[in-house]
């Protein structure tokens, strides 16, 4: 198993590898000066040679979560058979395009082998947080959204932990934008359910998402930040970069040192690493 954090500027989008099947987290495929959705694509090829790509999951609406045409490409490239989504309204265009392509893609392929299905999350509507036969090798567990806290679109992220049942296999928190208001209460009701080996940085390391009691029930081994070259946001802030390191034995940002960079993170023996690299060229 392991999890590929890839620099697309200020935004997400990671995969991940468990015993030949794939699931992608979030679609952010922009256009600008330091990538653009051609090296994205390449390098997300290139990790998923080989492999059945089961289900992309939407953390959130916001644009640099569910970016139209990165939905659009990863729907029509790897074909996954679910797509799993917060469920709440976001009144934007990049929003509708996306709703729009989702359900294009789910008529098309109605009558076929492999029908895309639609999982709309929101915990306080489901029977369990666990979703069953979305893949051989890994279970996802849901911890948010909550209509109790539904108050932003940050707050509306889908939190799920991804469990690979192979050898090598771990824990990965998704974390989407979740802020600390609504950390309060996942922390208040789960606690240590929470725990993962590796986590993502809730709201690309911004220190709104940056909550010690939740960062203590995860008690992640390695905290991986996704946040854009010289972002206007001045992601990852420092306080929370230091929140981090209180925690975990090892902080990556795909921004570090100034250089756009993806981070691949595997189990070695009891600890994790993650090797550092660019992405591969579109024209090669």
């Not at 935004?11 to 030949?20: E, K, P």
């Not at 997300?44 to 609406?61: A, E, H, K, P, Q």
């Not at 679910?82 to 709440?88: N, Q, S």
Request: proline share 3%; with cysteine; net charge negative.
């Amino acid at each position: 198993m392991d999890v590929l954090t890839l620099f697309v500027d200020q935004g997400a989008l990671a995969g991940i590898r468990v015993g030949g099947e794939g699931i992608i987290v979030d679609a952010h495929m922009p256009e600008c000066e330091n990538v653009n959705p051609k090296e994205i694509q390449k390098s997300l090829s290139l990790y998923f040679n080989g492999v059945d790509v089961r289900g992309l999951i939407l953390t959130g609406f916001d644009s640099d979560h569910a970016h139209d045409l990165g939905v659009e490409w990863i729907l029509s490239t790897f074909q996954p058979a679910w797509i799993m989504y917060p469920k709440y309204y976001k009144d934007t265009d990049c929003a509708t395009a996306c709703f729009n392509s989702i359900n294009k893609h789910e008529r098309r392929r109605a009558s076929t082998v492999r029908p895309l299905i639609k999982h709309s999350i929101r915990i306080d509507k489901m029977a369990s947080r666990m979703i069953g036969g979305l893949g051989r090798n890994f279970s996802v567990e849901l911890f948010s959204p909550h209509f109790e806290d539904m108050d932003s679109s940050n707050n509306c992220s889908i939190v799920a932990k991804i469990i690979g049942h192979v050898h090598g296999g771990f824990r990965y928190l998704a974390t989407g934008d979740t802020e600390i208001d609504r950390w309060e209460t996942i922390s208040r009701i789960f606690g240590d359910k929470l725990a993962a080996d590796v986590m993502a940085a809730p709201h690309h390391g911004s220190i709104s998402g940056a909550y010690s009691k939740a960062l203590l029930d995860i008690s992640p081994n390695t905290v991986l930040v996704s946040a854009g070259v010289e972002s206007q946001y001045d992601h990852p802030h420092g306080a929370a970069i230091l929140a981090y390191q209180a925690v975990a034995q090892h902080v990556w940002a795909t921004n570090a040192g100034g250089v756009g960079r993806n981070l691949l993170t595997r189990r070695r023996g009891t600890d994790f690493e993650t090797r550092v690299f660019q992405h591969a060229s579109a024209t090669a």
